[in-house]
């Protein structure tokens, strides 16, 4: 069993509801109000210390695990042999040998992710769009970017300097032909 580090805050809450309100947590010390307030549930929430039923918050059995107290409930006399042993039924099934492959489940879960939503490409995008432009061998013009993109002239200069050169590490140089418009290619 790993040990959970808990905030102050968090101890307060958990133990506060545990030993006041049958572990529905419906006490926040005074200093913490309103968004603090809801980053302390998300915290815990996200780390599985507490569930909710749609309204109230309550502490999760590993909210009593990270306090060191024992479960609601799990009284050995009280469960069917089954509930007493599942800390070791789930170990043993955690070590287990992985199980040879059932095409009928492998056909289902690939019909099930085939439904899912992929995620989004960025191929499509406005700045995937300027780095085509910009990779041709005759380049672009600041003009012909804030053509495509309808961007201002700013902005393309500012994406120049930001996305492409710090975040993307791209090259880009500039050559002025004599009496013609500035072109800007990668190098």
């Known amino acids: 069993m790993t040990t959970t580090n808990l905030t102050p805050a968090q101890h307060a809450i958990l133990a506060k509801a545990i030993n006041t309100s049958g ?15 809801k980053k302390v549930l998300d915290g815990m929430f996200n780390r ?4 909710t039923d ?5 502490v999760a059995a590993e909210g009593y695990d990270a306090l060191g107290m024992s479960r609601p409930g799990v009284n050995k006399n009280g469960i069917g042999q089954f509930e007493a042993h599942l800390d070791q039924i789930i170990a043993n099934a ?11 489940l492998e056909a289902a879960v690939t019909a099930a992710e085939a439904t899912w939503a992929k ?11 300027v780095i085509r432009m910009l990779q041709r061998p005759e380049g672009a013009t600041i003009g012909q970017i804030c053509t495509a993109t309808g ?18 590490g ?18």
């Open 151 to 168: 961007w201002q002239a700013h902005t393309v200069r500012g994406t120049f300097a930001g996305a492409f050169k710090k975040k993307l």
């Open 48 to 51: 599985a210390l507490i569930t």
């Open 170 to 187: 791209l090259t880009i140089v500039s050559e002025k032909p004599q009496g013609g418009e500035r072109v800007y290619r990668i190098a």
């Open 54 to 58: 749609g309204t109230d918050w309550f």
């Open 23 to 37: 572990g529905k947590i419906d006490w926040f010390p005074d200093n913490i109000k309103g968004g603090a307030r």
């Open 119 to 129: 995620p989004r490409t960025r191929d499509n995008s406005k700045q995937a769009e």
């Open 94 to 104: 955690e070590g287990a040998p992985v199980a040879t492959s059932d095409p009928e």
